[in-house]
């Protein structure tokens, strides 16, 4: 239960159905209302042909906080579009964790940046897009 609200967690709500970011390990660790940081740590089937982190999967980890962090006001949101930039590698049995904050919100819109690192090291920066939807997801 939100503790502002009384109403279920939308956060928790949405990660309860959330079967692609439980394959790849991705924990929620915290959040509030506009942020969420979230983890994952690089395993060998997350590895690519130059030996590290595929950024694939780095961006994965980042869009998942992002989701978290846009959909924590209650209604529900999709990404309208998003950007990363990748800074450093990430190795093999690095736990990188993805801390996602709003910047703005304006309508049914909001713009959003996470950080990704690992030990204080910065391995990307990703910026997403969100877009409220109404009614029911199909």
């Not at 579009?81 to 964790?97: C, K, N, Q, S, Y």
């Not at 950080?115 to 029911?136: N, Y």
Request: one cysteine or more; aromatic letters at 6%; a neutral charge.
């Amino acid at each position: 239960m939100s503790q502002l609200t009384g109403q279920p967690d939308p956060v928790k709500a949405m990660r309860a159905s959330d079967a692609a970011s439980r394959m790849l390990g991705i924990e929620l660790l915290e959040h509030g209302e506009g942020w969420a940081r979230a983890a994952m740590t690089v395993r060998d089937d997350m590895i690519n042909g130059h030996g590290i982190c595929h950024g694939g999967l780095i961006f994965s980890l980042a869009d998942t906080a992002f989701a978290y962090a846009c959909n924590s006001w209650g209604p529900s949101a999709v990404a309208a579009g998003a950007d990363i930039t990748f800074v450093a590698p990430a190795r093999h049995g690095d736990e990188l964790v993805a801390e996602a904050r709003a910047r703005a919100r304006y309508g049914r819109s909001g713009i959003y940046d996470v950080t990704v690192s690992h030990d204080g090291r910065v391995i990307a920066e990703f910026r997403g897009r969100s877009r409220e939807v109404r009614g029911p997801q199909q």
